[in-house]
Every structure is written in C-alpha cells, then in structure tokens.
C-alpha cells in the first residue's frame, strides 16, 4: 500500500511549540513517524525554518529520513502566479501560494496547515482546485493538522 503524500507547511513544525496549536501538531507528526504518511518537504518550508528556532530546526532534521524532499519548481512557480492571476491570494502572499503550488505539482494528496486566513479557508480552497484542474494539476485536499488527526482516530 502506497502512502498518503502530505505536505506540511512551516506553520505546523513552528505549532509544535505553540501552546494553541502543540497538540493536533504533535499528534500529526507522530502519525509521520508512525509511518501513516509520507512527509512532503520543500525547498521553501526548508527555507523558512532555516530562520526558525533551533527546536523547530530541529524537528525538521529529526523527520528529515522520513521526508520526501522537492525543490521549487518552474511548474510551480507558474501556478503560483496562476494563483495570484485569479487573485486567490493578493501579491502579500505569495509565499502561501507557493506551498499550495508545491504541493499540486508534486502530486500530494493533502497540504497540513494552520493557515486559515489564506490556505484552509471554505472559500479560497474550491479556488485553488479550480486553477489546479484548469492548469491540468488534481485537486488536493488542504486541511489542519486537527482535522488529519480526528480522521486518524475514527479509524
């Protein structure tokens, strides 16, 4: 059985160690190490924890083994500004977009996140699914790490 490729964005590690967000965070990252699923890691979330608090750094490096590593990209680069042409996101967040394209082109079935302002939003996700299809990418499922680890346990 193939593994569920999923991509966490920095928000996640960095809920590691927010008292609001440690817990559904732990327990995504536990199911990681379980084997459950197939941790998805790009050149941007490495980027971005590189400036992050040695715990957070340290998170990555210790799932590193159990990671798949992409890079950025042209493909989604283009679909990034796919995104920002539909205006889904504003220019500001150009960086959110840039993990939901990461994620589409390199074929994840779900992107884990706490960013509800412009990922994990009702309105913003049949947006991104629209320019994915339109631009010949799936659609991808994008929830919290909460909502992953209440699926996990009604199994």
């Known amino acids: 059985m193939r593994l569920l490729r999923v991509y966490a964005d920095t928000s996640v590690y960095g809920g590691v160690y927010d008292p609001e967000f440690a817990e559904p965070s732990k327990a995504f990252f536990e199911l990681v190490?379980?084997?459950?699923y197939r941790l998805v890691i790009s050149?941007?979330?490495?980027?971005?924890?590189?400036?992050a608090p040695e715990p957070v750094r340290l998170l990555l490096t210790e799932l590193?083994?159990?990671?798949?590593?992409?890079?950025?990209?042209?493909?989604?680069?283009?679909?990034?500004?796919?995104y920002l042409r539909a205006r889904i996101v504003s220019e500001q967040?150009?960086?959110?977009a840039l993990h939901v394209?990461?994620?589409?082109?390199s074929g994840c079935s779900l992107i884990v996140i706490w960013n509800f302002k412009h990922i994990v939003n009702f309105r913003r996700i049949p947006l991104y699914n629209g320019?994915?299809?339109s631009n010949?990418?799936?659609m991808v499922t994008i929830c919290s790490p909460l909502e992953v680890?209440?699926?996990?346990?009604a199994f």
């Open 33 to 36: 190490r379980q084997g459950v």
């Open 43 to 51: 050149t941007s979330v490495r980027d971005e924890i590189e400036k």
């Open 64 to 82: 590193a083994p159990r990671s798949e590593r992409i890079e950025i990209s042209l493909d989604a680069v283009e679909l990034q500004e796919a």
């Open 93 to 96: 967040s150009r960086a959110d």
């Open 101 to 105: 394209a990461l994620a589409s082109v």
């Open 131 to 133: 320019v994915n299809l």
């Open 136 to 138: 010949g990418y799936g």
């Open 149 to 153: 680890i209440e699926d996990e346990e």
